[in-house]
């Protein structure tokens, strides 16, 4: 495999400023129209997919309208919002702020306690040119509603150009009583009263989801013993071959725990064993890994990457699995997987899989790599010890991928976007804005235009603003073009990330903006919010903005707009009486 590097300059960066308005110069400019807002329906909706005939498609967080039980809620997740003993929910109401505090933690990887309140947090969303519909399938009802009865989560991760959308949906929630027989406090003493505790329960984890816009279909995975299994699906090429990954066996770590699960339960035992093994599936899913610098994605199976065949009713025809690249070392009982992320039309599949670092079988070397999923065999796109850590997420129809992986540079962790030539096995790196500006790629087309999201501060500092990116491979002197110069300095958003690119060259893209809210007692006030933009190139050239002030003025708007997220999560400090359905 050749590897080749190209790396920038360190400069000023008062040079950096200026080579990069003088690079802008030499690219399209753009115009941008605005998707509707969601705000009625889900706190945030973040852009996906577009198709060659302008579909979106949107994933949802966080519904607007959740019908509370407070009867499922303990004593501790309502003290935990800020809620008194006397709350009464038939006569009292939530703030904003306890109310998007509540929804957050009843979402299903943050809520712990299975005998809560579940809830759905994830809506998959289409834009047909006019409005967003948020797709009910498993709740029934569309729209981003969600109850303890409609507690099914969605996503939209593929689209193709015949309009299928492809993802994961989970089971609806259900509850079930679990009643044990207490031990005596001593022996020979009194038989307590049997106690019956209510929990949650659902059919499966995860199924891979196929939607054409009127019908779904759910694809299995190989292995659902327990829980169910799992199954996802992240892209679909145009002719239905869709991938993703699937569940195939417990891990051997998982395997012991399921089996005490099953061996210690007893009459005595305060929690049923479907109870204990969701626990179980709990703990793995939120693991990091490298000292916590990286999500881990575990499971309580080991996953293979998926390629199905599926035929125009969303039914698979055949199904081809495809292994990590290396066996698991005999000392290592954890999680070994592999996932797929990407196809293009000439059935070539992309993405990432466990590892060791420099082939050293130790469970302190475990990493993920970018790699290539092609004739049965799993491929590694780059075997370089400069990298730890590294993923691939697209691939176009020149059989050119993209992605990132992470190498240190001056002391820091950063990502870096990279070019890999599957025909040819030559791997380049992505330029960047700078030399350490981490850069994600998100999406490559049959032309060449790679966006993602790019990093434009030159501290060394851990916070960094991003801003939207294009980068042209057919124009590299033109460099990464920062998409908020690209649609003018004047624009009232700030670009933090290009999602996606269809063939018309058209840019699905994240923004920032403000909008004005009015409270109940007539107090106006702002508040920041994600919007969904789609660019079209436009006649003329990039020329950046005007002055630096310009510059200066604008992103300071948005300054630090990852740190946000939390703020809008809960709601930041609004005081907005709400009522609550019961």
Known sequence: MKQFKTKALTLAVAGLLSSSFSAAAMADSYTFTVLPETHSQVR???????????????????SANTEIDFDLMTDNLKGYIGLDEDFDPATDSLTEAQYWGLVQVLADRENANSAELRIA??????????DILFHGLLNGTDG????????????????????????????PYTRFDHTYQPEP?????????????????????????????????????????????EAQIFAINDTNLAVGNASVALFPAAQERVDACIEDFTPASNRAVYTCIWNLWYGFQRESALGGSFTANGSLYDMHAAVWQLDDQGQVISETLYPPLRERAEDDGAYWSAYAYA???????????????????????????????????????????EYIWGSATAINDEDQATGFVIRTIQGVRRAIGFIYDVEAETFAELPGFFEGSSTYPNAINNQGLV????EIDYTLNAERRRVGFVYDLNNPDAGFINLNDAIGCSADYYIVSADDINEDNQILATALTTIEETTEEGETYTRNVYATLKLDTAA??????????????????????????????????????RLIKV
């Open 144 to 171: 981003a509603v969600s109850s303890q009865e409609k507690s099914a989560d969605h996503a939209f991760l593929g689209l193709n150009n015949n309009n299928v959308r492809v993802g994961w949906a989970s089971a």
């Open 121 to 130: 947090t994830d809506f998959a969303g289409t834009y047909n040119g006019q």
């Open 343 to 385: 196809v293009n039309n000439n059935g070539i599949a992309v993405g990432q899989s466990w590892t060791y670092y420099n082939d050293v079988e130790q469970p302190g070397n475990r990493i993920k790599m970018p790699v290539v999923y092609q004739n049965g065999e799993t491929k590694a796109i780059t075997t370089d010890e």
């Open 44 to 62: 945030a909706s973040f852009p996906r997919n577009i198709n060659d005939s302008g579909l979106i498609t949107l994933h949802g967080r966080f």
């Open 540 to 577: 003329g050239e990039v020329t950046g903005c005007s002055t630096e002030d310009e510059v200066i003025t604008r992103e300071g708007a948005a300054t630090s707009p990852f740190g946000l997220i939390a703020m809008f999560l809960i709601g930041g400090l609004i005081t907005i009486r």
């Open 185 to 229: 406090a001593e022996e020979g003493g009194e038989m307590p009263d049997p106690i019956t505790l209510n929990f949650a329960e659902r059919e499966y984890i995860s199924r891979g989801l196929w939607f054409d816009g009127t019908n779904y279909s759910l694809i299995a995975p190989p292995e659902q013993e327990y829980l169910g299994g």
């Open 451 to 454: 966006v993602g999201s790019g």
